[in-house]
């Protein structure tokens, strides 16, 4: 497609259940990336892929959060045992890396996630 | 946690007059961009500046850097009821190999018709 796909927009979680969040990158963007945007926030940095290798998951709030993209293109996020502070919207962006400071992100419209 | 401040948080003016919203940061970068945010929507890439520049402009936007103060502005002229978003700056730091972007808490634009 032409931009950065997310879904589902919209999930409502029970708290204690698994959620999945899917992005589809911009084809042929090598980079890609999850952020977590609390309402009134700037996004957090969770994850960050280039290709399939997972080069950096420091930002993933804890061992509940796991996220995978094993073919360099797709990315899932996984929630497990959500709560209710793991409400907020979760972004997607890719890039097409080249040389440095070239680094402008292309984001999806995101998906929100309400846990009751 | 985030790299940047932004001020103010929130701004109001008349459609017409120019807005300037600025950013803090902590760390040494190789860029810093500024993104839009229409509500419930993702964000937008508007202009990147290199650490090595210290103005830039793109139509009615424009951005300086200083480094030695570790601070960015974003000017938009005559402003539009369109721009009524957030605006974000972002910063890609120095690790080798390691584009992610750490995001400033952002600016509420509002403009008046």
């Known amino acids: 497609g032409a931009g950065v796909s997310q879904s589902p927009r919209y999930k409502v979680a029970k708290r204690g259940q698994d959620v999945a969040l899917r992005c589809d990158p911009i084809s042929g963007h090598v980079s890609l990336f999850w952020y977590q945007q609390a309402l009134g926030q700037g996004p957090e940095f969770l994850t960050y892929?280039?290709?399939?290798?997972?080069?950096?998951k420091s930002g993933l709030p804890s061992d509940r959060f796991f996220a995978e993209r094993p073919e360099g293109s797709v990315s899932t996020l996984k929630i497990q045992r959500t709560q209710q502070e793991d409400s907020a919207v979760y972004l997607c962006?890719?890039?097409?890396?080249?040389?440095?400071?070239?680094?402008?992100?292309?984001f999806g419209e995101g998906s929100r996630l309400t846990v009751l | 946690s985030q790299q940047g401040e932004e001020d103010p948080q929130a701004l109001s003016i008349q459609e017409g007059e120019n807005a300037t919203m600025n950013c803090s940061y902590k760390?040494?970068?190789?860029?810093l961009q500024w993104y839009r945010q229409n509500s419930g929507r993702g964000l937008v890439h508007l202009i990147l500046?290199?650490?090595?520049?210290r103005e830039k402009h793109s139509g009615r936007l424009r951005v300086t850097l200083d480094t030695s103060k570790k601070s960015s502005s974003l000017l938009i002229t005559a402003s539009r009821a369109a721009d009524t978003a957030s605006y974000f700056c972002a910063t890609e730091g120095t690790n080798f190999g390691n584009e992610k972007l750490t995001f400033g808490t952002g600016t509420r634009l509002t403009i008046i018709p």
């Open positions: 962006a890719s890039s097409f890396p080249g040389t440095l400071n070239t680094g402008e992100l292309f």
């Open positions: 760390t040494s970068i190789n860029n």
């Open positions: 500046i290199r650490s090595n520049e």
């Open positions: 892929f280039q290709n399939e290798a997972q080069l950096d």
